[in-house]
């Protein structure tokens, strides 16, 4: 069972990281694709290009041998839409692999703004990850459309994502680490030091960095 972990990764930092840990061990997942987004449709442009961001995840993730620097979305022209991530994927591993997307609430929040969003389910699972500043919607069956996805999708045990490929949906508590990469620009733009924000193989990379050092993050 594989996991996909995108995100503009701006830069990447211990939320995300850990975040991919716990799900991998929480879900039993055998690996976590961490995917830098090219063009993210949803928000404005990153401010390191993505070079830089892929260079800066594959150093975090270093050699780990579950968590995995994916630049599929880096190599693609155009917007980075997820349903087109999860389709090569899919491609890729066969109709029976289950694939979870995971994703932090706040991502699941803007769901029904994504390109072809009801396809997503029907190309892997969701794992909805808390984070420390969200709230979850409720499930219920007559309410909105998350609501209703909640009411009919939701799976209580993890080990329900094994038995198929796609289309269930899964919460999962993860430990509280309020870190935003917003938080880190900002740091690293006043010359903070964002020791033990990120990896400490990251961190001195940072600090020489520019790209965060001018205008406005
Ligand atoms: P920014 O501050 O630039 O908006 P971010 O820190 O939220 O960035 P993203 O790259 O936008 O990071 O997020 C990628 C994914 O990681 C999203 O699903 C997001 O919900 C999740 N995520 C981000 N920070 C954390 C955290 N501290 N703990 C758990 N999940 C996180």
Same mark, same amino acid.
């Given at each position: 069972m594989i996991g996909l972990f995108g995100g503009t990764f701006d830069p990447v930092h211990c939320g995300h990281l850990r975040a991919a840990h716990e799900a991998r061990v929480a879900l039993g997942l055998d690996r976590v694709l961490m995917v830098p987004c090219g063009d993210p449709p949803h928000r404005g442009r990153p401010r390191a290009d993505g070079e830089q961001r892929l260079a800066w995840l594959r150093t975090a993730v270093g050699d780990h041998p579950y968590l995995i620097a994916d630049d599929r979305e880096l190599r693609r022209n155009g917007p980075s839409y997820t349903?087109?991530? =999860? &389709?090569? =994927?899919?491609h890729e591993v066969g109709p029976s692999e289950p694939v979870v997307l995971l994703l932090g609430v706040d /991502?699941? =929040?803007?769901?029904?703004?994504?390109?072809?969003?009801? @396809? =997503?389910? &029907?190309? /892997?699972?969701?794992? !909805?990850l808390h984070r420390p500043d969200s709230v979850l919607p409720t499930a219920d069956p007559t309410g909105d459309p998350l609501q209703r996805l909640l009411a009919s999708r939701r799976c209580d045990s993890p080990c329900a994502l094994? +038995? $198929?490929?796609?289309? %269930?949906?899964?919460?999962? &508590? !993860?430990?509280?680490?309020? !870190? $935003? $990469?917003? /938080?880190? %620009? %900002?740091?690293? @733009? +006043?010359?903070g030091d964002p020791c033990c924000l990120v990896p400490d193989r990251l961190r001195d990379a940072l600090m020489a960095s520019d790209a965060y050092r001018a205008a406005c993050v």
């Open positions: 349903v087109d991530t =999860l &389709a090569e =994927l899919r /991502a699941f =929040l803007g769901l029904t703004g994504w390109h072809r969003w009801e @396809q =997503l389910l &029907a190309l /892997a699972h969701l794992a !909805i094994r +038995d $198929s490929p796609s289309g %269930r949906l899964h919460t999962l &508590a !993860i430990t509280p680490l309020a !870190i $935003s $990469s917003t /938080a880190v %620009r %900002r740091l690293l @733009q +006043d010359g």
